[in-house]
């Protein structure tokens, strides 16, 4: 488990270490053809209760959910 934690752990560092300016100067324009929206992202380890949580937010009629991706 702590390989795995790691591993993961250095995997989202180099993805953020990869990031540029222009990244995010680029989403953000990309996103201003959108109406406004809130968004939360749910994230954790597997097998830590986010697929339960995850279908208890899903089931209220104002929300949306894009299960795993």
Do not use: C, I, Y
């Amino acid at each position: 488990m702590l390989r795995e934690s790691e591993a993961l752990q250095q995997h989202l560092r180099n993805l953020a270490e990869s990031l540029t300016r222009e990244h995010f100067q680029r989403w953000l324009a990309a996103g201003q053809a959108f109406a406004p929206r809130k968004l939360a992202v749910l994230t954790s380890f597997p097998r830590s209760g986010t697929t339960l949580l995850e279908q208890v937010l899903d089931s209220h009629p104002g929300l949306v959910s894009s299960g795993r991706t």
